[in-house]
Protein backbone atom coordinates (compact mmCIF):
# COMPACT_ATOMS: atom_id res chain seq x y z
CA UNK A 1 0.00 0.00 0.00
CA UNK A 2 2.94 2.62 0.82
CA UNK A 3 5.98 2.23 -0.93
CA UNK A 4 9.51 3.74 0.83
CA UNK A 5 12.35 3.88 -1.92
CA UNK A 6 15.90 5.44 -0.46
CA UNK A 7 18.70 6.63 -2.91
CA UNK A 8 21.66 8.69 -2.75
CA UNK A 9 23.77 5.97 -0.97
CA UNK A 10 27.45 5.76 -2.34
CA UNK A 11 31.36 5.44 -1.11
CA UNK A 12 32.90 9.02 -0.24
CA UNK A 13 36.38 10.02 0.82
CA UNK A 14 36.25 11.15 4.76
CA UNK A 15 35.38 14.89 4.48
CA UNK A 16 33.28 14.26 1.70
CA UNK A 17 29.04 14.98 1.43
CA UNK A 18 26.43 12.95 -0.15
CA UNK A 19 22.81 13.15 -0.13
CA UNK A 20 20.18 11.32 0.81
CA UNK A 21 16.17 11.00 -0.77
CA UNK A 22 13.52 9.21 0.42
CA UNK A 23 10.23 8.71 -1.66
CA UNK A 24 7.02 7.92 -0.24
CA UNK A 25 4.40 6.89 -2.64
CA UNK A 26 1.33 4.72 -3.30
CA UNK A 27 -2.34 4.50 -1.34
CA UNK A 28 -0.78 7.74 1.40
CA UNK A 29 -3.83 9.39 2.65
CA UNK A 30 -1.67 11.07 5.63
CA UNK A 31 2.00 11.14 6.37
CA UNK A 32 3.06 11.72 10.32
CA UNK A 33 6.40 11.29 10.05
CA UNK A 34 9.41 10.87 8.17
CA UNK A 35 12.80 9.54 9.65
CA UNK A 36 16.26 8.43 8.72
CA UNK A 37 17.89 5.72 10.46
CA UNK A 38 21.23 3.97 9.97
CA UNK A 39 22.23 0.58 10.98
CA UNK A 40 25.77 -1.54 10.85
CA UNK A 41 25.92 -5.02 10.74
CA UNK A 42 25.89 -6.46 14.35
CA UNK A 43 24.31 -3.38 15.84
CA UNK A 44 21.02 -1.93 15.86
CA UNK A 45 19.44 0.38 14.07
CA UNK A 46 20.01 4.17 15.24
CA UNK A 47 17.86 6.90 14.61
CA UNK A 48 19.87 9.47 12.47
CA UNK A 49 17.66 12.37 12.15
CA UNK A 50 14.05 13.02 12.47
CA UNK A 51 12.03 15.79 10.45
CA UNK A 52 9.65 17.01 13.31
CA UNK A 53 9.61 20.94 14.53
CA UNK A 54 12.07 21.85 15.48
CA UNK A 55 14.20 18.33 13.58
CA UNK A 56 16.01 15.75 16.08
CA UNK A 57 19.50 14.77 15.60
CA UNK A 58 21.57 12.38 16.88
CA UNK A 59 24.60 13.59 18.72
CA UNK A 60 26.94 12.08 16.70
CA UNK A 61 25.45 13.80 13.39
CA UNK A 62 24.28 17.17 14.88
CA UNK A 63 26.00 20.02 12.93
CA UNK A 64 27.41 17.88 9.73
CA UNK A 65 23.75 16.42 8.84
CA UNK A 66 20.76 18.42 7.87
CA UNK A 67 17.43 16.62 7.15
CA UNK A 68 14.44 18.07 5.28
CA UNK A 69 10.87 17.33 3.47
CA UNK A 70 9.07 18.24 1.05
CA UNK A 71 5.82 17.27 1.91
CA UNK A 72 4.23 17.88 -1.34
CA UNK A 73 6.35 15.41 -3.15
CA UNK A 74 6.20 13.46 -0.11
CA UNK A 75 9.96 13.03 -0.38
CA UNK A 76 12.92 13.17 2.55
CA UNK A 77 16.58 14.51 2.51
CA UNK A 78 18.72 13.98 4.55
CA UNK A 79 22.26 16.57 3.63
CA UNK A 80 25.99 14.31 4.99
CA UNK A 81 29.21 17.04 5.04
CA UNK A 82 31.92 16.62 6.79
CA UNK A 83 31.37 12.41 6.46
CA UNK A 84 33.34 10.19 9.05
CA UNK A 85 34.41 6.47 8.58
CA UNK A 86 32.25 5.94 11.30
CA UNK A 87 29.55 6.90 9.38
CA UNK A 88 29.46 4.31 7.35
CA UNK A 89 25.98 2.59 7.50
CA UNK A 90 22.88 1.28 5.86
CA UNK A 91 20.78 4.44 5.93
CA UNK A 92 16.69 3.43 5.89
CA UNK A 93 14.09 6.10 5.26
CA UNK A 94 11.08 5.34 8.23
CA UNK A 95 7.71 6.76 7.37
CA UNK A 96 4.87 6.80 9.56
CA UNK A 97 1.58 7.28 7.29
CA UNK A 98 -1.93 6.17 7.60
CA UNK A 99 -2.88 4.84 3.99
CA UNK A 100 -6.43 4.95 1.99
CA UNK A 101 -8.98 3.00 3.37
CA UNK A 102 -7.10 2.55 7.15
CA UNK A 103 -8.03 5.10 9.82
CA UNK A 104 -4.20 3.99 12.05
CA UNK A 105 -0.58 4.81 11.65
CA UNK A 106 1.96 1.90 10.67
CA UNK A 107 5.27 2.54 10.17
CA UNK A 108 6.58 1.78 6.34
CA UNK A 109 10.63 1.36 5.80
CA UNK A 110 12.60 1.45 2.87
CA UNK A 111 15.07 -1.13 1.73
CA UNK A 112 18.07 1.31 2.78
CA UNK A 113 20.78 2.36 1.07
CA UNK A 114 24.71 1.90 1.73
CA UNK A 115 26.69 4.77 2.80
CA UNK A 116 30.65 4.25 2.69
CA UNK A 117 32.86 6.28 3.89
CA UNK A 118 36.55 5.50 3.23
CA UNK A 119 40.17 6.38 1.83
Known amino acids: QVQVVESGGGLVQPGGSLRLSCVASGAIKSINAMDWYRQVPGEQRELVAS?????VYAHSVKDRFTISRDNAKNTLYLQMNSLKPDDTAVYYC???????????????WGQGTQVTVSS
Open 51 to 55: SGTPP
Open 94 to 108: YVKAVARGMVAFHGY
